[in-house]
Each structure stands twice: as C-alpha cells, then as structure tokens.
C-alpha cells in the first residue's frame, strides 16, 4: 500500500473535497427548469388572428381582394403596412399571412436575431360576400 | 468524516436531481395545457366573429365549414348546434381532454 505523508494526505483531501465543491454547485444551480416553448408564439397568434376581424381597415381590404380573387396595390399595401405595425406592437419576428388560392402577405422586423426563428401556425376564416363563401387564411407566427 | 460528507452532500444532490425532474414534469404538462387552451380559445374567437360577420340565411354553410375545416386544422372536433335556441357551439380536444362549450349572439331578427 502507498505511504502517504500527512500533508501529501491534506493535499489530495482538498483536491477531492474542490471537485465535489465544484460538482455540487454544478447540480444545484446548472439545471433549472427551462421552458420548452416560447409562449410568444401563442399570445402572438392570438392577437394577430384577433386583429384580422377587429381591425376594420385590414378586415375590409382582405374580403374585398378575396371576394375579386386579387389583391389591388391599395389593398396590399394597407394589409402589408398593418402586418408590420403588428410585428412592432407584438415585439415578435415575423409575421406571414395566406389568403387560401388568392395571394400571402409577410412583414418583419427591421433587426431579426441572429439565431433559427421558431414559428407556429394559427388559421382562420374570413367570410365573404356575408357568408355565401368562407375562404381559410394562415396566419404563421414567427419569433 | 470525509466520507460522511461526501455520501451527505451526494444525497442532498441526488434528491435535489430529483426534485428538478419533478417540477420539469409538472411545468411540461402546465405548458401543454396552455397551448391546447389557446388553441381553443383561437378557434372560438374565429368561430365567434365570423359567426356575426355571416348572414343567417348563409349560416348552416358556415356551420359545415366551420366543423369541418376549421376542426380539422386546429386538430379540434367542433359541433355547432343551430338547430336549437340558444345557439351553441362545442370545441373538443379529444387528444388532451379539454373542451369548450358556448353560446352563440341570437338576434330577434335570426
């Protein structure tokens, strides 16, 4: 059996005694519970879908364009505009919208984070011409 | 008494570890059952506002496209009951066990 000194013995002890230091504070404050999901996402959706029936403005540029099947420049710009004040107002990414078989309009932040975005999709009806025709609509979400 | 303190702070770690799981756990299902619930919560609303932006003579189409579609893209199964007053709608989640049942606005004229 190897002989060891005194001091050789304290040495080695506080060696040991750093590393189980080192690996207990390592258990107690490396894991914490981590969200897997960015609740943005869902609030986000909510508010953009809430925003398609409640903002008359962009309500009535998106039936009109569907009901002709085609969006007018006018038509597009006030959706595209009211896209990107909604990404400013959410504080989210990006934001898609996909009028089923007529046309998609997408606005995003000026500064996107430098990392893979997380996106998710809602959907949503628009009625036209008071409900003779639904078309479906896409709304994708991105944070 | 090394030992003693190694094999206590080993016990103290491991059901610290544990405790961790336990609580990633609870707050895994908390989140699922947020995002189901907003799901329906979407699927309402759209249901709720287009429901008053549609004629009544145009509302069993929309009935039939509201189950049908907009269930089937939301992963939700949905049943509008015009047939009786007051008007009900049914949002289930069978996947998670949530469901929703409300009333439709019933005007004098419908």
């Known amino acids: 059996m190897v002989q060891m000194t005194r001091g050789q013995a304290l040495a080695l002890e ?35 879908v809430n925003a398609l029936y409640v903002d008359d403005e962009m309500y009535d540029a ?3 364009g569907a009901e002709r099947n085609g969006y ?9 505009a009211r896209l990107a004040r909604y990404v400013a107002i959410l504080s989210i990414s990006r934001i898609e919208l996909d009028v089923e078989g007529t046309a998609s309009f997408y606005a995003q932040s000026g500064n996107l984070p430098n990392k893979p975005l997380n996106k998710e999709t809602f959907h949503a009806l628009l009625p036209l011409r008071q409900g003779e025709n639904v078309r479906g609509v896409t709304v994708t979400v991105w944070v | 008494m090394f030992i003693i303190i190694v094999v206590l702070l080993g016990t103290v770690a491991w059901v610290y570890q544990n405790n961790v799981r336990a609580a990633q756990l609870v707050n895994k299902d908390a ?16 249901i709720e506002k287009t429901y008053a932006k549609t004629e009544p003579e145009n509302r ?8 049908e579609e ?4 939301h992963g939700l199964g949905i049943a509008v009951d ?6 009900t709608v049914l949002i289930e989640d069978r996947t998670y066990g949530l469901s929703t049942r409300f009333v439709l606005p019933t005007a004098l004229t419908d």
């Open chain 1, 72 to 80: 007018s420049a006018a038509e597009s710009s006030v959706i595209s």
């Open chain 1, 14 to 48: 506080a060696v040991l005694a750093l590393f189980i230091a080192i690996l207990f504070i390592y258990l107690l404050l490396g894991t914490g519970v981590k969200s897997g999901w960015d609740m943005r996402l869902e609030r986000a959706g909510y508010d953009v």
């Open chain 2, 31 to 46: 989140e699922l059952n947020e995002i189901r619930s907003n799901r329906l919560a979407v699927a309402r609303n759209v």
């Open chain 2, 70 to 73: 907009l269930g089937q893209k």
């Open chain 1, 62 to 64: 998106l039936v009109t």
């Open chain 2, 60 to 67: 069993a189409m929309w009935a039939g496209f509201v189950s």
């Open chain 2, 82 to 87: 015009l047939e009786h007053t007051p008007r």
